[in-house]
């Protein structure tokens, strides 16, 4: 089951050609420009209740990192953080955007901050929500698969699934139920999807955010950071040292959420958004 049959997705309708490979992608509303950008392992998806919300106010823009959901998978793919902050700036260009406001979760996060400071991309404001920047991160989850890729990429379909869940369950406070579950799973399974996981994982190099760590001062746009309190996956001290690095930067810990406040607290995530776009005016 794909995850635009799932009720209340988000539509992904285009596809932009990024070097050969095909990136899906969908907007919503009118008005000033707002991009959310996901982050790992999950998809745009990870927007759904909160995109429309937006776009009431905003014309919002969305998509697949490579790799990821919708968007193309395939053997020997480069889908490191290495290329996502390229992929962005492309789309950026692609949309005729100059100056959008983002949101950007784990990942995402890492993505939006590696454009801005390598690739000249420029944002109105910034909201990191439970971002990868700060070093240490990666569990040893991803450490092991890191070092054993092709021997979990070829483990039974039933052996994956399992692991798949318990995983996705370690990044929220609350229990995903069964239907949410299968929204996140969807696109890492059968023999594509099973590969295209380890491959995401394996993949996963903290080098791309050392790269860019000492220069999170020479950012200029409002940026503000909400973080679980019960994160499981990235501690809220990371928070608390990535908002000393940013100038300006006011950090927000969310009390019963845990990673993926999308699921656990996306109220938080619209409040902080109406309010902090205001601000940014």
Known sequence: MTQSAFSGALPLPHSFDFEGQSVRYGVIGAGEPLVFVHGTPFSSQVWRRIAPIAARVRQVFYF???GYGASEQRAGQDVSLGVQNRLLAALLKH?????????AHDFGGATSLRAALLNGCEYRSLLLVDPVAVAPWGSPFVRHVRAHEAAFAGVPAYIHAAMLDAYLQGAVHRKLDAETLRIHAAPWTGETGQAAFYRQTAQMDQRYTDEIEPRYGDLRCP?????????????VERGEALSK????ARLTRVQGSGHLMQE??????????????QQAR
């Open 64 to 66: 697949d990192l490579l």
């Open 95 to 103: 949309w005729q955007l100059d100056t959008p406001d983002v949101v």
């Open 223 to 235: 940026v503000s950071i909400l973080w679980g309190e019960e994160d499981q996956w990235i501690p």
């Open 245 to 248: 690095m940013i100038p300006g």
């Open 264 to 277: 656990d607290a996306p109220e938080a995530i619209v409040g902080e958004l109406l309010g902090f776009l």
